[in-house]
């Protein structure tokens, strides 16, 4: 048995996966705005990636015989000063994210919910690779400053991301 609580808070992770799966679109969309192809790939991969986070909330709210039900997804920002303010953001969100794990994962304790607190192991060890990969771009960036040659190496090497499902 799954309790009401911990569906309501999974229903709103759900909705949380999906508004940064937008949120990394619409920097997608941006970065395209700036002729910044690799930085725009990496941020589509990233958009997937989070889609697929999503999944597997919908999927264990699935399996354990609980209902999905879907919430209107928050319109995200559309614009950004530079690559670094587009990534100081993107490190901003993935500790909101983090903070939302955790409150998850407290829950899950709380409840004596194990097959939650199993599945949300994961989400865990994902966050911590998160924040390290958005905090690592964010100082490559804070190193690169206005140095065109280094944004055009750094472009291209994010734009060889590839999505692993
Ligand atoms: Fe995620
Ligand atoms: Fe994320």
């Known amino acids: 048995m799954i309790g009401k609580r911990v569906v309501a808070a999974f229903n709103d992770q759900i909705n949380h996966e999906l508004y940064s799966s937008y949120l990394y679109l619409s920097m997608a969309a941006y970065f395209h705005s700036v002729n910044l192809d690799g930085f725009a790939g990496w941020m589509r991969v ?85 924040e390290a990969t958005a905090s690592g771009i964010v100082n490559m960036l804070e190193r690169i400053k206005d140095s065109g040659n280094g944004l055009i190496m750094l472009d291209r090497e994010l734009g060889k991301r590839e999505f692993k499902a």
Request: aromatic content about 12%.
């Open 46 to 130: 990233q958009a997937k990636e989070e889609d697929s986070h999503a999944m597997k909330f919908f999927e264990h709210l699935r399996d354990r015989g609980a209902r999905v039900e879907l919430d209107q997804i928050d319109k995200p920002k559309a614009a950004w000063k530079s690559p670094l303010d587009a990534f100081r953001g993107a490190y901003e969100h993935e500790k909101f994210i983090t903070s939302k794990i955790n409150g998850l994962y407290k829950l899950a304790e709380k409840e004596s919910d194990y097959p939650a607190k199993v599945f949300l192991d994961w989400f865990v060890k994902e966050q911590v690779e998160e």
